[in-house]
Every structure is written in C-alpha cells, then in structure tokens.
C-alpha cells in the first residue's frame, strides 16, 4: 500500500444512471480503507476553483437509486489550458488530497490522462457512460439503463403505430457510437437500425423496406443521432419521396435516455466498479481505467479505453443479426 491518505472523487461529462451508485461506492471502500474522500463538485471546473466537500457515509446513504450525479457535472474550458491545471494542482495541494477517482467518458479520461502525467497525481477512471464506447470493459456505466429506457419508450412507440399502420423513425442518442441504437434496435425488433459505424445511407434503408414484408401493421427504424444521414427528419423526408403511401413521424428520445433511476445491472457495476477504484490506487495504480470484462476486474491504460469501437469491430455480425431478424 502507497501513502494515500485522502481521495477526490469526481463526475465529469455526461451523467449517466448508476453514476451515484459508483460515487457510493468510492467513498464508502475509501472510509473502508480508513481514507479521507473529497467530493469534488462540477467536475474538473470544481477542481480548478477547489469546489470540495467532505464525504462521510450519511453523505452517500440513499444515493444508489437515483439517477444524475450528486457531485455535478460541467465542462471546464479553464481545465484545458495548462493555466488551469497548475491552478488544479495547487487546490488539491492545498486541499491534502493525494489521489483522484474520476467517473466519465473519453473526454473526462483524456484530461485525468493529462492531469496526471503533469503532475504526477495518482488517478484512476470509472467507465459513467451511456455510450458503451470504452476499451477495457464489456459495459460502461449508465448503458443498461440506457438501453432499456429506450426498449421502454418504443414499445409504447410501437403500440400507436400498430394503431395508425405508421413508420416511425426513432432517434436515440450515440453521436459518436451506435451501440445504443444497436442493442435496443435489436430488442425492439426495428426493421433497420442506423449507426455512424455501418454507412447504410438512404438508398440502403430503402432496399432494407423494400425487401421486408409488407403486410406488417407497423415498422421501426431505429437511427442513432450521429448517423451520417442527417437526423431522423432528414431521413423521414427521404422516405416520404419514395413511399408517399407511408404514413411516418419522426420520434426523438433525447435526454430522457440519460435519466431515471438506474437499473440493478449497473448499480452493481458501478459498486464493484467504485471499490476497485480505490483498491488500485491503494495498490500503486495510475493513468488507468478499471473495468469489468468476462466478469473479471481489469485494469486499462486511458490511452487504450478511450474511443476504440470501430465498423469492423462491431458491424458485421450484428447487423446479420438484424437482417436476419427483420426479415
């Protein structure tokens, strides 16, 4: 064991569900381990002006239920500049704070990378992000919950449609990933699904309703928001060209997919997660990400977790499944 005595921890980025579960988790292991633990609020704009709380267990006693994030979140442009980051050391200095846990995405694990090597300050990372676009771990934080809000809000989608005879398009968050729309695509039975890896393009979705039957009551396109199409209007104009018999609309899910209370699965993730954190740095760890792949704990450099899903990664097999399927 190092020489660690008090901990930061911190949410960054977008919230995602079971971010409070992982905030529990990280303070409670830290107490566990008779360690001080600082939340830190907003994110790395709390660290730049040393917006830190004291974390006790009544602080995080209700939490794991509740969707958000306790600590806050915002984008610190202050952070990105080395002006910023010496005035962030010098708060944690300040402040005896010998380690960070920093909960995020790409970007929250891009500026720990950077803070850290700067510096010298033990951080390690909790994959919080619905996106499930992070090396070193099978799921991220926050994309259970994710994906089924969205399985949730299109059965009921489904249901009018049946109703009316309609298509309706569906756009779900994913601006740089579609696994979001690519798992709930899947579990909800669309009749395509859009992703920014899979460039299926308009004459593309067009051959996929084509071929498929006819006679059903209702149709869904699942259509990540970072597809290079344009949008779910775009694309509903699209199809009212070549279908004008086509009754469509156009369902934008939006932020709904962020909220809400998280599901077991990531409240346990999270958990373990958050005491895995804290056990790494007691062990020497730093500039890591620590996740969970075939239900083992792993440990992975940020450089390698940040951004690593690709077409060919991804698209082949699941989108047989997803022909196959709609056929």
């Known amino acids: 064991m190092n020489k660690i005595k008090k901990i930061g921890v911190l949410t960054s980025g977008g919230d995602a569900p079971g971010m409070n579960a992982a905030i529990r988790a990280v303070v409670r292991a830290g107490l566990y381990y008779n360690l001080e633990v600082a939340g830190i609020l907003r994110g790395y704009e709390g660290v730049v002006h040393g917006d830190f709380i004291t974390m006790d267990r009544k602080s995080v006693s209700n939490i794991i239920q509740r969707g958000g ?88 989608i489904r249901d009018t449609a049946e109703s009316h005879n309609r298509l309706f398009i569906v756009e779900v968050m994913g601006r740089d990933s579609g696994l979001i729309a690519l798992r709930s695509g899947i579990g909800v039975g669309a009749e395509a699904i859009l992703i920014p890896e899979a460039k299926m393009g308009i004459q593309g979705l067009i051959d996929r309703l084509e071929s498929g039957r006819q006679d059903k009551s209702s149709k869904i396109i699942i259509l990540a928001e970072g597809d290079d199409l344009g949008g779910g209007f775009n694309v509903c104009e699209a199809l009212k060209s070549k ?16 909220g809400g209370k998280p599901s077991c699965m990531d409240r346990v993730l999270a958990s373990r997660l958050g005491v895995s954190a804290v056990e790494g740095l007691l062990n020497g760890l730093s500039g890591q990400m620590v996740g969970e792949i075939n239900k083992e704990i792993v440990y992975t450099p940020f450089g390698q977790a940040i951004k690593h899903i690709d077409a060919e990664e991804i698209t082949p097999a699941w989108l047989k499944l997803v022909h196959i399927l709609s056929y």
Do not use: C, M, W
Request: net charge negative.
């Open 243 to 258: 279908f004008p018999s086509y009754d469509i609309r156009v369902s934008v899910l939006g932020h709904i997919q962020r």
């Open 69 to 156: 994030t306790i600590l806050k979140t915002a984008r610190s442009d202050a952070f990105r500049t080395p002006e910023g980051r010496i005035l962030a050391h010098q708060q944690l200095l300040k402040n005896n704070i010998d380690a960070l846990v920093v909960i995020g995405g790409d970007g929250t694990f891009t500026g720990a990378n950077l803070f850290s090597n700067e510096f010298n300050i033990p951080v390690i990372g909790l994959p919080g992000t619905i996106d499930n676009d992070l090396a070193g771990t099978d799921f991220t934080i926050g994309y259970d919950t994710a994906i089924n809000t969205v399985v949730n809000a299109v059965d009921k």
